[in-house]
């Protein structure tokens, strides 16, 4: 599933390929991705309107059209966007035509993204008003979690994925931050100091600036727009990396599940 390096990264690249280009036409393909998809609608919205930015809140990718408006794609689990000439391949649920004869694909084997146009500012504050912080905001202080976690008996690394504390914060960052911090996941929140506190906000930044400049990860179905994987996915410390030595001590990595979900951790680099 992408995260937000992840999402990110497609975000930067999307912005250099579409900003100032113009919506020819929309293609919709399948009825239904996570909400019903409602092409005729988003065609008559986006036809001959020009791309005016390309923002990322969460993991959501907005692009914005001239005269107001905007275009609101997530990617759900599995989704990928190309830019290309080439024909329909297996999975392509939207086509988003360009002025320049190149098409905005959007392909998602899961189909749980979403399409959406948002005709005004308000609808677009409805869909996005009420996420948490940005983690590369400077709100996400060490003050802000110390706050969250002050009562908070969940493990640590349950608690940095809720994404009404923090948005974007995936199952691989929160092991690699963990990681880096050397806080053990299975932590209550409550009893970290105020040291650790402010070593994990440090390292959740750190990952994911560092991920980002690597173009994300790639586990299994990301991609980057150009079609190439991430290539953070070497770099990952603890992250799909059961039984083999910890980059840093040499000791072992091990895997446990929490809240249904892989954790990987370093027991001797985390305490
Ligand atoms: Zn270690």
Redo the contacts with the bound molecule.
């Keep these: 599933m992408p995260e937000l390096p992840e999402v990110e990264t497609i975000a930067r690249a999307l912005r250099r390929a579409v900003v100032g280009r113009t919506l020819t036409r929309f293609y919709g393909y399948t009825e239904k991705l996570r909400q019903p998809l409602d092409a005729a609608t988003i065609n008559r919205s986006v036809k001959n309107r020009s791309i005016v930015a390309v923002a990322r809140r969460a993991k959501f990718i907005v692009l914005t059209l001239d005269h107001g408006g905007a275009v609101v794609i997530h990617l759900g689990m599995t989704g990928s966007l190309r830019i290309d000439k080439s024909p329909r391949r297996a999975h392509d649920h939207a086509v988003f035509a360009l002025d320049h004869g190149e098409k905005l694909v959007y392909n998602d084997p899961r189909k749980f993204g979403l399409i959406k146009f948002c005709p005004t500012d308000a609808e677009l504050k409805i869909l996005l008003g009420k996420l948490a912080v940005e983690p590369l905001a400077a709100a996400f202080t060490p003050a802000y979690l110390a706050a969250k976690n002050a009562r908070a008996a969940t493990p640590i690394k349950t608690q940095i994925m809720k994404q009404e504390i923090v948005v974007g914060v995936g199952n691989i960052y929160a092991s690699e931050a963990l990681h880096r911090a050397g806080v053990a996941p299975e932590r209550p929140a409550k009893s970290l100091t105020a040291a650790e506190t402010a070593a994990l906000v440090a390292a959740i930044k750190d990952v994911l600036k560092e991920s980002i400049k690597h173009g994300g990860t790639t586990i299994s179905d990301y991609r980057q727009l150009s079609g190439r994987e991430g290539n953070f996915t070497r770099r990952l410390r603890v992250y799909d990396r059961a039984g083999l030595d910890?980059r840093?001590?040499g000791?072992k990595i091990r895997k446990i599940t929490q809240a249904g979900r892989s954790t990987y951790f370093?027991e001797?680099?985390q305490v």
């Design positions: 910890c840093h001590c000791g370093c001797k680099c």
